[in-house]
C-alpha cells in the first residue's frame, strides 16, 4: 500500500455507472503529462475489472488500488 503518494489530480466517479468511469479515466489520462498520477474513485464494482486493465493496456502504470472502504481508489500514472 502506497499511501504517501499526492496524485496530480483526481476523478470522482462515485455514482457513476459502468463503463463511464473506465471511459473517464482514459479520457483523463489522455490530457496528462507523462509522469503525473491521477486518483480515480469509483463506486462501481465492475470498474476493479475494467480500470486497471485498460490503464495497462494503454501504457499506463497502476500504483495503487484501495478496495478497504465504500469506494475504489485507483491512482494511475501516465
Known amino acids: 500500500m502506497k499511501e504517501n503518494i499526492t496524485p ?3 476523478l470522482d466517479m462515485q455514482g457513476e455507472p459502468c463503463p463511464y468511469p473506465a ?7 489522455d ?3 507523462k509522469g503525473e498520477i491521477l486518483e480515480i474513485i469509483s463506486d462501481c464494482p465492475q470498474s476493479i475489472n475494467n480500470i486497471p486493465i485498460d490503464a495497462k ?3 499506463y502504470k ?3 488500488i484501495d478496495s478497504s472502504g465504500p469506494t475504489i481508489k485507483y491512482l494511475i500514472q501516465k
Do not use: C, F, P
Open 23 to 29: 471511459i473517464k479515466t482514459l479520457e483523463a489520462m
Open 57 to 59: 493496456n494503454h501504457g
Open 31 to 33: 490530457s496528462l503529462q
Open 8 to 10: 496530480d489530480y483526481r
Open 62 to 64: 497502476v500504483l495503487n
